[in-house]
């Protein structure tokens, strides 16, 4: 039996990136970003995979890496912020570890993503809007999705200690 992997799930930025490779350095566990997989597999950025190919397929392709992640042992997996708003990738996550919620309230989010030009789903003039609808209908997933939640907004050290003492 190998050891058990930690999925970290979470709103667009909410640290799942930051925290999940400082996470896999002390736990001495490899770090896979989520995004960044299904980037490097594609040739492209998940922008252009949404401009492209539209979003349904990006969720397809993300439905297939979180499969062949998920067959993996002893990684810590940083998921995209709509990856486990889908029943589908949270059973087949599940299986390869346990699920932590990196918990921050809608107002630190929407500060954090204030001028972010990367996320495709925000790319729009009521951004803030969008980021309130999107954030209240997917906790209730999230928090459905998890088997331990922390708080977010302390450091990102800070959120690593936590996440260390929960497991
Ligand atoms: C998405 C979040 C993004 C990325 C894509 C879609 C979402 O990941 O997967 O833009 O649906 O919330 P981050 O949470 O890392 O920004």
Known sequence: MGRKSIVLCGFMGCGKSTIGS?????????FVDMD???????????????A?????????????????????????????GGTLTFRENVDTL?????IVLLDLPVEAVEERLKYDTTRPLLARPDKSEVIRELYNKRLPLYREAADIS?????SPMQVC???????
């Not at 299904?38 to 949404?50: A, L, M, N, T």
């Not at 890496?65 to 998920?70: D, P, R, V």
């Open 22 to 30: 400082l996470l896999a350095r002390k736990m001495g566990m490899a």
């Open 36 to 50: 960044s997989y299904i980037e490097k597999k594609e040739g492209k950025s998940v922008s252009e995979i949404f």
């Open 52 to 80: 492209q190919s539209g979003e349904e397929h990006f969720r397809m392709l993300e439905r297939e890496a979180a499969k062949e992640l998920a067959g993996k042992k002893g990684l810590v997996i940083a998921t995209g």
């Open 94 to 98: 599940r299986k390869s570890g346990s």
């Open 150 to 154: 922390v708080d977010a907004s302390n």
């Open 161 to 167: 200690m936590e996440i260390m003492s929960e497991l």
